[in-house]
């Protein structure tokens, strides 16, 4: 079974400047979810998908950040302009059922 | 917000001895309790998990131990090994209400060889 698939690895970019993230998770698997996790923390969740709705957006930044499933399948995590403070490793992840299964992540160094 | 508490920050164990991770948790609709092992420059991975009907699960040599009416849980590791130097990551979740999930903080766990 292939693994969530996350790209890129690695970004580094200039506060101000945009970014996307894309995520495609295991086949098959109705929820995905994206966290952020911070150095050091634990994983915080920014937005998860029910198919190609969204289930819970109450820690996502709105203001900067946007997410969208289309076709309930793959995703794609924008920030929108990039504040220092959002350096950190965005994760994406999928399950069906209770297992959740992470990708390996983007690390975004804002300068 | 509700909280899941874990300790310690960082805990280092000579190989061959156990491994204990602590967690807390705030709110009794949270039905399904798992632990996460991360590597450095990986995603977490799911390792075991517990649902509050029971007091203990075994895999291997990872254990949980689950208090219900403390509200508490530990992931014990027997025999640690280097190759168990990772960050653990305690988790709790609502499977039934709203599948919401909340991650303790995390502990690095150092093993000496």
């Known amino acids: 079974e292939a693994g969530v698939a996350q790209s890129p690895r690695y970004k580094i970019i200039e506060k101000r400047q945009s970014v996307a993230f894309w995520c495609n998770p295991i086949s098959g698997h109705a929820t995905l979810y994206w966290y952020q996790q911070i150095l050091g923390q634990g994983p915080k969740l920014l937005i998860q998908f029910q198919n190609n709705g969204v289930v819970d957006d109450s820690q996502l930044p709105k203001d900067r950040f946007s997410a969208e499933r289309l076709k309930g399948v793959d995703s794609t995590l924008k920030i929108q302009p990039a504040k220092l403070e959002d350096s950190a490793v965005y994760l994406c992840?999928?399950?069906?059922?209770?297992?959740?299964?992470f990708g390996n992540g983007t690390r975004l160094t804002v300068t | 917000q509700q909280q899941v508490k874990q300790s310690p920050q960082s805990l280092i164990v000579q190989k061959g001895g156990i491994s204990i991770i602590n967690c807390a948790y705030e709110?009794?609709?949270?039905?399904?309790f798992p632990w996460y092992q991360q590597f450095p420059g990986k995603g977490p991975a799911l390792l075991i998990a517990i649902r509050p009907d029971v007091s203990e699960k075994k895999e291997g040599r990872f254990t949980i131990s689950f208090n219900k009416s403390a509200k508490q849980f530990s992931l014990h590791i027997m025999d640690s090994q280097p190759g168990d130097s990772a960050t653990y990551f305690c988790?709790?979740?609502?499977?039934?209400?709203?599948?919401?999930?909340?991650f303790g903080k995390g502990t690095r766990l150092h093993i000496l060889p």
């Open positions: 988790a709790a979740r609502r499977l039934l209400r709203d599948d919401k999930i909340i």
């Open positions: 992840a999928s399950s069906l059922g209770p297992s959740i299964h």
């Open positions: 709110n009794t609709a949270f039905d399904y």
